[in-house]
């Protein structure tokens, strides 16, 4: 069964650090593209930054760029994503997303859960 | 940044009715590079439409898509009970950022 499952969510303080993981099965991790997607609390959904099977590709939208990092561990069939200086706005349900082939330009066909990161002091 | 419009924010139906659900790009999309997804509540997205008319692996065939240019279109043959959800399109033609339209949320009358 292809599954994605993130975990690293917390509470943390404007300025703080977090590490979200996505670890996934079911499928050959290092052929396709993963991607971050979040969600504030009751919004839409938001692309945050793809990676490409590889890594050597990655990409994000301006409002995290220099803030964070998305990398991944093709051995460990894991997603990360660091995130550095957070802010209130930085709020949400974060999931990681599988893309239906390698290359940004990607629809996503299988989603994780979800984990909640909220920052508040 | 491509900007996609959907319309209407609410739709509110009765079972077996046709559902119509809009999406506008700001400028124009392949048609190759259009998605939908529904999510319902509590729940992850999920994938529906890929290639704007491309049904994703074991989505019912009531659901269908449609469009070229800057007008997309996801309709709902019969609506179900269980389609309640709210669904957004997604644009992955152009550079980055990606992105997503603000969503249609379909209620049962």
């Known amino acids: 069964e292809v599954q994605l499952v993130e975990s690293g969510g917390a509470l943390v303080q404007p300025g703080g650090s977090l590490r979200l993981s996505c670890a996934a099965s079911?499928?050959?991790?290092?052929?396709?593209?993963m991607t971050w997607v979040r969600q504030a609390p009751g919004k839409g959904l938001e692309w945050v930054a793809p990676i490409s099977g590889s890594g050597d590709s990655a990409y994000y939208v301006d409002s995290v760029k220099g803030r964070f990092t998305i990398s991944r561990d093709n051995s460990k069939n894991t997603l990360y994503l660091q995130m550095n200086s957070l802010r209130a706005e930085d709020t949400a349900v974060y999931y990681c997303?599988?893309?239906?082939?390698?290359?940004?330009?990607?629809?996503?066909?299988?989603w994780g859960r979800g984990t909640m990161v909220t920052v508040s002091s | 940044e491509i900007v996609l419009t959907q319309s209407p924010d609410t739709l509110s139906l009765s079972p077996g009715e046709r559902a119509t659900l809009s999406c506008r790009a700001s400028q124009s999309v392949s048609s190759s590079y259009l998605a939908w997804y529904q999510q319902k509540p509590g729940q992850a997205p999920r994938l529906l439409i890929y290639g704007s008319s491309n049904r994703a692996t074991g989505i019912p065939d009531r659901f269908s898509g449609s469009g070229s240019g800057t007008d997309f279109t996801l309709t709902i043959s019969r609506l179900e009970p269980e389609d309640i959800a709210v669904y957004y399109c997604?644009?992955?033609?152009?550079?980055?950022?990606?992105?997503f339209g603000g969503g249609t949320k379909v209620e049962i009358k």
């Open positions: 079911g499928f050959t991790f290092s052929s396709y593209t």
């Open positions: 997604q644009q992955y033609a152009s550079s980055p950022p990606l992105t």
């Open positions: 997303a599988k893309g239906r082939r390698d290359g940004y330009k990607n629809d996503l066909d299988i």
